[in-house]
């Protein structure tokens, strides 16, 4: 096998341990489908709603940031549990902080549907 035939095999074999993970988090996490279905309903507003160019990018960014924390947070509350089962105070910290950072990015999600959406859909009713 020749170097650069192994270095692609080795760039596939990483897309696929990617791919799982996010089949794992879909799977195992609940608070992902909540947020994998608030995502879906955003796509579609975006689309009845033709939002712009910058309004899509704000959108899908969110999106991204939302799922990266869960992402994320899930990895450091299994490593954790892993690593301890009784009840540790500086883990216990480790995981508020995670979560915290899932929190804070479905604030700056919901902040920026408010400011794509909440104009549109009150001028449809108008």
């Given amino acids: 096998m020749t170097k650069t035939s192994s270095y692609i095999k080795k760039r596939i074999a990483s897309f696929r341990y990617a791919f799982q993970g996010v089949a794992t988090l879909f799977r195992e996490t609940p608070n992902a489908l909540i947020h994998l279905i608030m995502a879906v309903l955003s796509v579609l507003f975006g689309f009845i709603f033709s939002i712009s160019a910058t309004e899509w990018l704000a959108v899908i960014i969110v999106i991204g940031l939302v799922f990266t924390s869960e992402a994320i947070n899930t990895s450091i509350e299994t490593l954790a549990d892993f690593v301890s089962k009784e009840r540790n105070e500086s883990i216990k910290k480790v995981k508020d902080l995670a979560a915290a950072g899932v929190?804070?990015?479905?604030?700056?999600?919901?902040?920026?549907?408010?400011?794509?959406?909440?104009?549109?859909?009150?001028?449809?009713?108008h």
């Fill in 103 to 125: 929190l804070l990015a479905a604030i700056a999600a919901l902040v920026v549907g408010i400011i794509v959406f909440l104009p549109k859909i009150i001028d449809y009713f």
